[in-house]
């Protein structure tokens, strides 16, 4: 991971979160609640899942020795007590907690320097169990998870009648020959 990467990914995740609650906003409340059999039921709670585990995850970064300036802001953020704590009561209300959240998590990777992606972060997890790793692998995993559940979100919502479209990172690296 290089600060260049982090800077894509939160950008892509940015974009690909705006067009996931676009879609989801195209459905009934009932809808969006309709348990899918998905790893937490919904589309509404697979969109609560990745904010919840995005704010945990930030606030671990928030204790990395570096102490980012922006993660100050995390405040705003209660830090979950489960990986299915409801953030919000609506699509409306997680949509702009998601908003707040990416706008955070784009302005935390602008502070990120290679030292800091090469350093470890010791964290606690949700059993409590510590653990010492790369921050910068750290970094990636975070990335990764709302990729993963971003794409059953957009499973659910296809299967629910509505095309997502592009979700391809591709969509989103700048072209050299153009």
Do not use: C
């Amino acid at each position: 991971m290089t600060p260049q990467t982090a800077a894509l990914m939160a950008d892509y995740n940015r974009w690909m979160n705006e067009r996931m609650f676009d879609a989801a906003a195209t459905l009934d409340d009932m809808a969006l609640a309709a348990d899918k059999g998905a790893f937490f039921g919904s589309i509404l709670g697979t969109l609560n899942h990745i904010a919840v585990a995005d704010t945990i995850w930030l606030h671990r970064f928030a204790a990395h020795e570096a102490s980012f300036a922006s993660l100050d802001a995390l405040s705003r953020f209660a830090q979950p007590s489960s990986l299915a704590q409801p953030v919000a009561p609506d699509l409306a209300g997680l949509r702009r907690y998601r908003y707040d959240l990416d706008e955070l998590i784009r302005q935390w990777v602008a502070e990120l320097s290679p030292a800091h992606l090469a350093s470890d972060l010791t964290y606690t997890n949700m059993a409590g169990v510590a653990s010492r790793r790369n921050f910068g692998a750290l970094l990636q995993h975070f990335f990764n998870h709302q990729t993963h559940h971003r794409g059953q979100v957009s499973t659910l919502l296809f299967q629910s009648g509505v095309d997502v479209g592009v979700t391809d990172l591709l969509a989103l690296i700048p072209r050299l020959d153009a």
